[in-house]
């Protein structure tokens, strides 16, 4: 199975040193689209006796208890898949004494790929 991709050009963050610089491009997956949790679990049943309203099923808990554990301060380790955790962020300050916890905010989820998805992936 091939992956389809495209070239994008690399953007230069000071103007005068794209002035400078030559042009460089670099290179981007292109989605096929998006594989929803009806076709993940259609795909799944096809694969085991779990029916398709038990993966989804599977699929919604799994997003609450996510999202719940993550409030609690926990990371999510999902084997064979990679790690999931929070990022927050706040005002920039000089020092930690600046800030105070009603400012820290939630940012973003990071996910980290266990090493055996990246190298299947290879």
Same mark, same amino acid.
Do not use: W
């Given at each position: %199975?091939?992956?389809?991709?495209?070239?994008?050009?690399?953007?230069?963050?000071?103007?005068?040193?794209?002035?400078k610089?030559?042009?460089?491009?670099?290179?981007r /997956?292109?989605?096929?689209?998006?594989?929803? &949790?009806?076709? $993940?679990?259609?795909? $799944? =049943? +096809? +694969?085991?006796?779990?029916?398709?309203?038990?993966?989804k /099923?599977?699929l919604?808990?799994?997003?609450?208890? $996510?999202?719940?554990?993550?409030?609690?301060?926990?990371? $999510?380790?999902?084997?064979?898949?990679?790690?999931?955790? %929070?990022?927050?962020?706040? &005002? &920039?300050?000089?020092?930690?004494?600046?800030i105070?916890?009603?400012?820290?905010?939630?940012?973003?989820?990071?996910?980290? &790929?266990?090493? =055996?998805?990246k190298?299947?992936?290879?």
């Amino acid at each position: %199975m091939a992956v389809d991709y495209d070239f994008y050009e690399t953007p230069v963050p000071d103007e005068r040193d794209a002035k400078k610089k030559k042009k460089r491009y670099h290179v981007r /997956a292109v989605p096929k689209g998006v594989f929803t &949790p009806d076709r $993940i679990a259609k795909a $799944i =049943n +096809q +694969q085991c006796t779990l029916t398709e309203a038990d993966v989804k /099923a599977v699929l919604i808990s799994l997003s609450h208890l $996510i999202s719940d554990k993550m409030m609690d301060g926990y990371s $999510i380790h999902l084997e064979g898949i990679g790690y999931f955790s %929070m990022t927050l962020t706040c &005002p &920039p300050v000089r020092t930690t004494k600046e800030i105070r916890a009603e400012s820290i905010s939630f940012k973003s989820v990071a996910f980290k &790929p266990e090493k =055996n998805l990246k190298d299947r992936l290879k």
